[in-house]
């Protein structure tokens, strides 16, 4: 078993939909919750990140994480064809060192 | 304010063939990370570099060894080049080893392609 997994997709939806995107792991000793971003030929660039359980809110990014089921989310509100992109899950381990999720493509169409 | 840089962009070398990697942090940062990144799948985590040390590693073999220079930059280096090898190589800066928050910031990558 992977320590996170994550659906690939891809997820194609409409312009103004509401976006989710899933994330589970493996172990409970983990604090740092993370959400990176990656355009094509592009890195990853962090959209948000949550400490232990609970939301995180910014602009139409809402970010969840639930430890007693092991259980990450982002949720995109009014999504914009300039979403579209892989969307990794990442959590921290020690000093920083990330474990990601394989990504999930979200193509969101005018 | 520079990002992380990275060099070359794109490179292709052949089998048992040996490639250096070149980073330089976003500036205040002092601690640097490398990733493996293949085709379709999320980034892993290959070594961390700090105050000149490597501090610490992932499932990798000795063929990956690195460094990092007192300017904080890092080199990576690959030894006999496997085609398995070919990847988006991608360093990631980050201030200090104190927390866990994730912060790091990524450079665009170089990708290697092994034939």
């Known amino acids: 078993q992977k320590e996170v997994e994550q659906d690939p997709g891809p997820l194609s939806v409409p312009e103004g939909a509401i976006v989710s995107l899933n994330c589970t792991y493996s172990?409970?000793?983990?604090?740092?919750f993370m959400w990176y971003r990656q355009y094509s030929r592009k890195g990853p660039e962090l959209l948000m990140y949550?400490?232990?359980?609970g939301n995180k809110e910014d602009g139409r990014f809402t970010a969840q994480v639930d430890k007693s089921s092991k259980y990450i989310s982002l949720f995109i509100r009014d999504s914009q064809p300039s979403d579209s992109a892989t969307y990794l899950c990442?959590?921290?381990?020690?000093?920083?060192?990330?474990?990601f999720g394989g990504g999930t493509r979200l193509m969101v169409k005018p | 304010d520079a990002g992380v840089t990275q060099s070359p962009t794109h490179l292709i070398k052949t089998r048992g063939q040996q490639v250096t990697l070149r980073c330089s942090p976003k500036?205040?940062?002092?601690?640097v990370s490398w990733y493996q990144q293949a085709l379709g799948q999320g980034p892993q985590f290959i070594f961390q570099?700090?105050?000149?040390?490597?501090?610490q590693r992932g499932n990798f073999p000795d063929r990956f060894s690195g460094h990092q220079f007192p300017n904080y930059s890092s080199e990576l280096n690959v030894n006999a080049l496997l085609l398995g090898d070919s990847a988006l190589y991608l360093c990631?800066?980050?201030?200090?080893?104190?927390?866990?928050?994730?912060?790091?910031?990524f450079g665009e990558g170089s990708r290697l392609t092994v034939l």
């Open positions: 172990n409970s000793a983990f604090q740092y």
């Open positions: 990442a959590i921290a381990g020690a000093g920083n060192m990330l474990t």
């Open positions: 990631a800066s980050s201030r200090g080893l104190a927390g866990d928050t994730g912060e790091l910031f």
């Open positions: 500036s205040g940062h002092d601690t």
């Open positions: 570099y700090y105050e000149e040390e490597e501090r």
């Open positions: 949550t400490y232990s359980s």
